[in-house]
């Protein structure tokens, strides 16, 4: 039997989080006996053994990076402090993890670029170009220069984080996936998202500041025709890649 995966959630609602992990699950390939799974929304972050596993995965979250810090819940000043000593873990050991969305504001801010609403994203798809890392990285390789994906978020990295490889990018969110050492990834976009997965968060969100709560049934409309087989890929390629024996 493989090591497990660890998957790290954040999201508060256990209608968002259990359709996040069976999503994360199916397009990664990854068997229920391969998955553990850390809720830390209540209790905050534990300290982790990272090498009783293959790869660590963080998932989205309602919790914003660039929120004044005189604003921020006591929950999510705990969760910052827990990343920051995941963080040293894992740059220590170059130890595979996959962030996406919050997990990519979280090891952006940990690795000292700044965060912020300048380029956030609407709910939807939009495509992202690979750059010349990008198509040579074992996660993208075969994949399409262009590929599509979906979004939906009001924060992002303004900038790529010192020592950081900027894998992909588009004009509106300009570090879209990055990679830091040879092991550790981030995405802004969502590699688990689809349109059944996109229909559940814009329910669950529409009172929390992503799109206007009217227009919930017409963003439902337009993620029901969005196709994004080649995101759903980056999540396999990676499970793919560091699942150890």
Same mark, same amino acid.
């Given at each position: 039997m493989s090591k497990p995966f660890l998957l790290i959630q954040l999201r508060p609602e256990d209608i968002t989080a259990n359709n996040e992990m069976l999503k994360i699950k199916h397009y990664g390939g990854i068997a229920d006996t391969e998955l553990i799974?850390?809720?830390?929304?209540?209790?905050?972050?534990?300290?982790?053994?990272?090498?009783?596993?293959?790869?660590?995965?963080?998932?989205?979250?309602?919790?914003?990076?660039?929120?004044?810090e005189s604003d921020k819940s006591a929950i999510q000043k705990k969760i910052e402090v827990g990343f920051s000593r995941l963080f040293d873990q894992l740059l220590e050991r170059d130890f595979p993890f996959l962030g996406c969305c919050s997990g990519n504001g979280l090891l952006g801010n940990y690795l000292g +670029?700044?965060?912020?609403?300048? /380029?956030?994203? =609407?709910?939807g798809g939009t495509d992202i170009t690979l750059t010349a890392a990008g198509t040579d990285d074992p996660l993208l390789a075969g994949l399409p220069t262009t590929l599509r994906v979906l979004t939906g978020h009001k924060e992002a990295c303004d900038n790529l984080p010192?020592?950081?490889?900027l894998l992909a990018t588009n004009s509106s969110c300009p570090v879209q996936m990055f990679r830091v050492q040879s092991n550790i990834y981030a995405t802004q976009f969502h590699p688990e998202g689809d349109a059944e997965g996109f229909t559940v968060?814009?329910? +669950?969100?529409?009172?929390?500041? /992503?799109?206007? =709560?009217?227009?919930?049934?017409?963003?439902?409309?337009?993620?029901?025709?969005?196709?994004?087989?080649?995101?759903?890929?980056?999540?396999g390629n990676f499970v793919t890649r560091f699942r150890q024996p």
């Open positions: 799974r850390i809720r830390v929304e209540q209790n905050g972050l534990p300290a982790i053994a990272v090498n009783d596993f293959s790869g660590i995965i963080v998932g989205g979250s309602p919790f914003d990076v660039s929120t004044p +670029t700044s965060v912020s609403r300048k /380029y956030g994203e =609407p709910v010192p020592g950081a490889v968060r814009i329910n +669950t969100y529409r009172d929390h500041g /992503y799109f206007p =709560p009217a227009s919930a049934s017409q963003l439902i409309d337009t993620v029901s025709i969005e196709h994004t087989p080649d995101a759903h890929a980056i999540l």
